[in-house]
């Protein structure tokens, strides 16, 4: 199996090989801003070491006092002097971000943009000359170290810009290496997937309550339930129908629930829901 379920993350030594570097974080939003705190709260880059920019000056004060780094809104500036530049803007703002620090960068600048839709050729393109870009696609729980992200590498990065970016998700959870023709894929899976999960869990929650438990605890019951399943695929290897058999006695309840969602049709919703945000994935870049 080519990414075994069980996989550890990368080792301590590639996150060290972070240590000392500088990076610029060009759109400091949700997404930017979950995976640049998390690299300040473990130490991956220090603070002196790091710029980030918005849009809104008033937000980059904030984030400068937040924070205690530098913060702004001029790209270029930021670029100048960073070893790595992680692109966390909207897909459609990619283009003009990198038009304006193209001066800045060059073959030794590792540019990692995580903008849902938009191919390695078009960061490439518009980042001119030999400048290494690597593709990464996280998701949100990166804010308690369990992301998911899949990443893939531009014809002028190399293994070890692989493995350093690599080493920037692995430190929020796991990372997948994939050819970029997946992309939209985890887009629609993985990154999309946590809201459409969420989904699942309050529901699970509010049949809690319908059945007569408190709101706090059917929650908790829900969301355990979900960790825990999860934990057992991705401990156990084990394929999911066949942990699911496990729980289903003969004649017992969980097999009068399963009937409930195949009528329901949970299972090609759930397929219907990934094939269209996938397909959506493809068109946000395109788009004003
Ligand atoms: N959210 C997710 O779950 C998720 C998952 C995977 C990938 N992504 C990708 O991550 C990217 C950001 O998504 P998001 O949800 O974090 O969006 P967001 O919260 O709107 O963040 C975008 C950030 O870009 C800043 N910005 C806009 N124009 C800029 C410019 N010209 N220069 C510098 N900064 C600029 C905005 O500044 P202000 O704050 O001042 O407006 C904002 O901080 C997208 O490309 C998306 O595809 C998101």
Same mark, same amino acid.
């Given at each position: 199996?080519?990414?075994?379920?069980?996989?550890?993350?990368?080792?301590?030594?590639?996150?060290?090989?972070?240590?000392?570097?500088?990076?610029?974080?060009?759109?400091?939003?949700?997404?930017?801003?979950?995976?640049?705190?998390?690299?300040?709260?473990?130490?991956?880059?220090?603070?002196?070491?790091?710029?980030?920019?918005?849009?809104?000056?008033?937000?980059?004060?904030?984030?400068?006092?937040?924070?205690?780094?530098?913060?702004?809104?001029?790209?270029?500036?930021?670029?100048?002097?960073?070893?790595?530049?992680?692109?966390?803007?909207?897909?459609?703002?990619?283009?003009?971000?990198?038009?304006?620090?193209?001066?800045?960068?060059?073959?030794?600048?590792?540019?990692?943009?995580? @903008?849902?839709?938009?191919? #390695?050729?078009?960061?490439?393109?518009? =980042? &001119?000359? /030999? $400048?290494?870009?690597? !593709?990464?696609?996280?998701?949100?729980?990166?804010?308690?170290?369990?992301?998911?992200?899949?990443?893939?590498?531009?014809?002028?990065?190399?293994?070890?810009?692989?493995?350093?970016?690599?080493?920037?998700?692995?430190?929020?959870?796991?990372?997948?290496?994939?050819?970029?023709?997946?992309?939209?894929?985890?887009?629609?899976?993985?990154?999309?997937?946590? @809201?459409?999960?969420?989904? #699942?869990?309050?529901?699970?929650?509010? =049949? &809690?309550? /319908? $059945?007569?438990?408190? !709101?706090?605890?059917?929650?908790?019951?829900?969301?355990?339930?979900?960790?825990?399943?999860?934990?057992?695929?991705?401990?156990?290897?084990?394929?999911?129908?066949?942990?699911?058999?496990?729980?289903?006695?003969?004649?017992?309840?969980?097999?009068?629930?399963?009937?409930?969602?195949?009528?329901?049709?949970?299972?090609?919703?759930?397929?219907?829901?990934?094939?269209?945000?996938?397909?959506?994935?493809?068109?946000?870049?395109?788009?004003?």
């Amino acid at each position: 199996m080519p990414h075994k379920l069980s996989d550890k993350k990368s080792s301590a030594s590639d996150s060290a090989s972070l240590h000392g570097k500088k990076l610029a974080v060009l759109g400091t939003g949700k997404l930017g801003g979950i995976l640049l705190r998390a690299y300040l709260r473990q130490g991956l880059f220090s603070a002196k070491n790091v710029t980030a920019t918005v849009k809104h000056p008033e937000k980059a004060v904030a984030l400068a006092k937040e924070l205690g780094i530098h913060a702004a809104t001029e790209n270029r500036k930021a670029v100048y002097g960073a070893d790595i530049v992680l692109l966390g803007v909207k897909p459609q703002v990619v283009g003009e971000v990198l038009k304006e620090i193209a001066p800045a960068l060059s073959a030794n600048t590792l540019v990692i943009s995580v @903008a849902a839709s938009v191919p #390695i050729s078009y960061l490439e393109q518009h =980042a &001119g000359g /030999k $400048v290494p870009v690597v !593709r990464a696609m996280p998701n949100t729980p990166a804010t308690v170290g369990c992301g998911m992200t899949g990443i893939c590498r531009g014809a002028h990065a190399t293994r070890a810009h692989l493995d350093t970016a690599q080493a920037m998700f692995d430190a929020v959870g796991r990372t997948v290496v994939v050819d970029e023709k997946n992309m939209d894929a985890v887009t629609g899976l993985s990154a999309s997937g946590p @809201a459409f999960v969420y989904i #699942i869990l309050e529901s699970l929650a509010e =049949a &809690g309550v /319908k $059945v007569g438990l408190p !709101r706090d605890i059917s929650t908790l019951l829900a969301a355990q339930t979900m960790k825990g399943a999860a934990s057992v695929v991705l401990e156990t290897g084990e394929h999911p129908a066949q942990l699911k058999d496990a729980v289903t006695t003969p004649a017992g309840c969980t097999i009068d629930g399963i009937l409930e969602l195949e009528e329901g049709k949970l299972r090609v919703t759930l397929i219907k829901a990934v094939v269209k945000a996938t397909q959506r994935a493809s068109e946000l870049l395109f788009e004003k």
